[in-house]
């Protein structure tokens, strides 16, 4: 069950995404369905586009199951996702 200490070590396609935080304001803002994923972006569709962002440098809200959302660093996501899904690294929230 994806939480929001267990979200890295999930699969992300078929969440709801956010950018909310870049150091490219062009990039603030998209949000749609995660649809594909690599090692340094993210794929997410928003309607009829498909927008590619990189994961470093960017703060995603992301929407989890049964209405659950979370802002995640995507230094914490970067990598490829078979491997983060196996890390045991944990977030820490203060």
Excluded: C, W
Aim: glycine share 8%; aromatic share 2%.
């Amino acid at each position: 069950m994806q939480t929001p200490l267990n979200i890295i070590h999930h699969e992300l396609i078929g969440l709801k995404a956010e950018v909310v935080k870049s150091s490219r304001a062009s990039d603030v803002g998209i949000g749609g369905e995660i649809v594909d994923e690599t090692q340094q972006t993210i794929k997410i569709k928003a309607g009829e586009k498909t927008k590619i962002v990189p994961k470093e440098g960017l703060v995603f809200r992301i929407s989890l199951p049964k209405s659950a959302v979370v802002e995640i660093d995507g230094l914490l996501l970067a990598g490829r996702p078979q491997e983060r899904v196996k890390n045991k690294q944990r977030i820490r929230f203060t």
